[in-house]
């Protein structure tokens, strides 16, 4: 069982910077891997980034790749979102989640956090 936590969420101009931080408790966190995913108003919820449990592979939304880094510390059980250059269209609810397997779907995770909102004026 895992329990996740997202924070650092807030309002902030377009261009600025933001860094999401998901705690997560649980004795396995390490033999997870670790999304960031994102729900705006009327929308779907969409893949952002995932960080594998072991190597520490990444991999990005297109529009996300070369603003936002993802990054795991297993020591404190907790994953980062470091999102620079925002843009209005990053406005979202920014859910962390933990999974199994290094995957792109929302169907894919087991665990969720309670989402924390990012919203990017222009």
């Known amino acids: 069982q895992v329990q996740l936590v997202e924070s650092g969420g807030g309002l902030v101009q377009a261009g600025g910077s933001l860094r999401l931080s998901c705690a997560a408790s649980g004795r396995t966190f390490s033999s997870y891997a670790m999304g960031w995913f994102r729900q705006a108003p009327g929308k779907e919820r969409e893949f952002v980034a995932v960080?594998?449990?072991?190597?520490?592979?990444?991999y990005y939304e297109d529009s996300v790749k070369g603003r936002f880094t993802i990054s795991r510390d297993n020591a404190k059980n907790t994953v980062y979102l470091q999102m620079n250059s925002l843009k209005p269209e990053d406005t979202a609810i920014y859910y962390c989640a933990a999974g199994v397997r290094v995957r792109q779907s929302p169907g894919d995770y087991n665990y969720w956090g309670q989402g924390t909102q990012v919203t990017v004026s222009s």
């Open positions: 960080i594998s449990w072991s190597r520490g592979s990444t």
